[in-house]
């Protein structure tokens, strides 16, 4: 019976047992192979020279490349199993890189062919329109029209969408195609009579827009260009759009029916443009919003650039910043106060969104990217300096520094809503009306390793004899002055859970010192002299 020797591993200081040729050690670590005179030699998984034959001596056999793996097929759970046969082979990573790399060229094709517009540009959901549109982060990434788009992201305004120019697929943002955040309520119908409303008549000015982006398809360069060149400016058509406009928004302040406007609107030569860039504007600053647009058309998806977002909707609604896991967004708020204007905060916090202040809402932060900053922070320990610089890249890779710097606000927000959700595990969310006063320790979350009589440590520990395993250790950290936990505005900080967690209150520990004995341990060292003391 042959015997090879164990392959190598790493010392453990104890000895490995010898391999022995159809022993229980061997089936894992060694394989068979059939040298040139038909007889079946062990080889060891890992050994880089040939085993010999028992026999009489001849050539060496020659295995085959793949039989010498090295140790990840020993952790490899791949197993190829031949039909009619019982013999097993291990797979290493070296295997599975060679197949990626024999497949690079398809490979690239395929990332390549998404770079490009599919032969099929009909929307794939209303299979009617032509599409222009995609979305980065739904799964598939179908092509879809403007209008179906927008239907189907009002349950994720979040996401990152692309628009076809012409050439590529440019960045595009999901207040393009008209999606907005509806704020609901939290107490009574989440949608109200005044936010239907609000969507009802939104909807109506998309429409005009979605029919507007239909009747231009995408032309050729050389095309578009003699297009532009032979249309000119209209100074009386455009006078006579600005007062149609203003005398259709002056009716739905009035408190018309937007249905019956527009169905008188249509009975007239409108043209469909020129307002609808009017309606984006509000109520107010029709001039000034018209200055600050650029001379390419913002509706049609063969627009090379990325339009400039605007303030606030055709209903006034202001555009807010929302920061999210994938980065900020720009996108329009329809909020309604009928229920008062102090409830918007509640509102917020009930759909998932923080705000960084409560007067004016012009930036949120969403429940999300909060919880998000504190997984990253405990288990990468990302600071909140390069978490928000992740956030900006994810925003603008090619600039971030052009990304709005939220920085502080992101420090000030994940504390304060640490602080809250630590009111809600200590039971206050369920104390309506109640003060919120927490006892010191209060709010420290419950842990289990602590040693507790009754629950982890028996009631009769003081008599065990192996006492000495109950006793407490204490280790002593020397950096006491390091600069950067010492505030420079003291002051006007504010502490949130001050003693009412794992440590105690700062003016009860700043009173203890004050009264508290330094006691030092003196050690003799052989030279006589004294070591360094160290608090007990």
Request: glycine share 6%.
């Amino acid at each position: 019976m042959a015997t090879v020797p164990p392959p190598k591993r790493r010392r453990t200081g104890r000895k490995l047992a010898p391999m022995v040729e159809g022993g229980d050690s061997s089936l894992d670590a060694a394989i068979y192979i059939r040298s040139k005179e038909g007889e079946r030699v062990l080889v060891p998984v890992r050994s880089h020279v040939s085993a010999q034959p028992t026999a009489e001596p001849g050539p060496e056999p020659e295995p085959e490349p793949d039989l010498y793996l090295t140790h990840d097929a020993q952790q490899s759970a791949d197993i190829d199993m031949d039909s009619g046969s019982h013999n097993t082979q291990r797979k290493n990573r070296c295997f599975y890189m060679k197949q990626f790399v024999e497949r690079v060229g398809v490979i690239l094709q395929a990332m390549q062919a998404r770079e490009a517009l599919p032969d099929l540009t009909i929307c794939t959901d209303c299979s009617q329109s032509v599409a222009h549109w995609r979305c980065d982060d739904c799964i598939g990434g179908k092509l879809l029209c403007r209008s179906c788009m927008r239907h189907s992201h009002f349950s994720n305004p979040f996401h990152r969408i692309e628009c076809w120019t012409g050439t590529h697929f440019r960045k595009a943002a999901l207040w393009e195609v008209g999606v907005y955040l509806t704020l609901p309520h939290q107490n009574g119908p989440s949608i109200c009579q005044n936010l239907a409303w609000q969507q009802q008549m939104l909807e109506k000015f998309q429409k005009k827009k979605d029919e507007v982006v239909a009747q231009h398809t995408p032309v050729a360069a050389n095309e578009r260009h003699a297009h532009q060149a032979d249309s000119g400016p209209d100074p009386a058509r455009e006078a006579a759009h600005d007062q149609a406009t203003l005398q259709f928004l002056d009716q739905l302040l009035a408190g018309h029916s937007p249905d019956e406007v527009l169905e008188d609107d249509d009975d007239e030569l409108v043209d469909t443009e020129a307002d609808l860039q009017d309606m984006d504007a509000g109520t107010a600053g029709f001039t000034n919003y018209m200055n600050e647009r650029s001379s390419a058309d913002p509706l049609l998806p063969s627009q090379q650039s990325i339009p400039i977002a605007p303030n606030c909707d055709a209903l006034s609604n202001q555009y807010i910043r929302v920061v999210h896991t994938n980065g900020i967004h720009h996108i329009a708020l329809v909020a309604c106060t009928c229920q008062g204007h102090e409830n918007i905060t509640t509102d917020l916090i009930y759909a998932g969104w923080v705000p960084t202040s409560f007067v004016r809402v012009r930036t949120i932060f969403t429940a999300a990217v909060l919880d998000h900053f504190r997984y990253c922070n405990l288990e990468m320990r990302s600071s909140a300096y390069q978490f928000f610089e992740m956030l900006r890249r994810v925003t603008n890779s090619l600039n971030p520094s052009k990304v709005v710097n939220l920085y502080h606000e992101l420090r000030r927000l994940s504390r304060l809503w640490r602080w809250v959700k630590k009111l809600r595990w200590a039971g206050y969310g369920q104390r309506v009306g109640q003060p919120i006063t927490p006892k010191p320790g209060e709010l420290g979350n419950y842990c289990l390793a602590c040693p507790q009589v009754g629950f982890n440590v028996a009631e009769n520990w003081k008599a065990d004899p192996n006492r000495w395993v109950y006793r407490r250790v204490v280790t002593v950290d020397g950096n006491f002055t390091a600069d950067h936990v010492r505030q420079p505005l003291a002051a006007d900080d504010l502490w949130l859970s001050d003693g009412l967690g794992m440590t105690t209150r700062n003016s009860e520990y700043k009173a203890f010192l004050q009264s508290a004995q330094e006691r030092k341990t003196v050690s003799v060292n052989n030279s006589g002299s004294f070591g360094i003391g160290s608090l007990a």
